[in-house]
């Protein structure tokens, strides 16, 4: 039964889980990008962004609670250094996972986790696409063009009722 399980426990026993996430962790605030198994990234998702979350207000305290999680003081300066100048505006959302298909050996399923705000291809796609205009598909809006449709659409409605 599966009464109870919250989360996936990856196959791992509670340690070596730990370590894993905190170490997978460390290597996604150091290095921006890692590529892993869809079943991790998930998993660590749900572990680094509550921290990213944490390290928006810079205290003592919340330091030290980062630490428990990366133990690591490069990711604990990068993490409240670089990854929070660009990601403190956001509200949620820190990471994507983005899938890159199957491995050889055992054909997991395979991704890549990113931080959002360092990904600068996604980000010169994303700029252009907000400049669009929206334009609707009716006519230029004059008064000739009305009255025609109306007729166009009560002939359609005819013949649908004959087909009948």
């Known amino acids: 039964m599966r009464h109870g399980k919250k989360f996936n426990h990856l196959g791992r026993t509670a340690s070596h889980r730990k370590a894993m996430l905190s170490n997978m962790a460390n290597s996604l605030i150091l290095h921006k990008r890692i590529s892993t198994t869809l079943a991790k990234a998930k998993e660590l998702k749900k572990y680094v962004e509550p921290l990213i979350t944490r390290a928006k207000e810079d205290t003592t305290h919340n330091r030290r609670v980062a630490f428990s999680y990366l133990k690591n003081k490069e990711g604990i300066k990068a993490l409240f250094g670089e990854v929070i100048e660009k990601v403190g505006s956001r509200a949620g959302g ?14 997991a399923e395979m991704c890549i986790i ?3 705000d360092f990904n600068e291809l996604m980000l010169k796609d994303a700029k252009p696409a907000k400049k669009t205009t929206r334009r609707s598909r009716r006519g230029t809006g004059k008064a000739t063009d009305a009255p025609a449709a109306e007729v166009s659409k009560t002939e359609g409605n005819t013949e649908e009722k004959s087909a009948e």
Do not use: P
């Open 94 to 107: 820190y990471t994507r996972i983005i899938k890159t298909g199957f491995r050889l050996g055992d054909n």
């Open 114 to 116: 990113e931080l959002v």
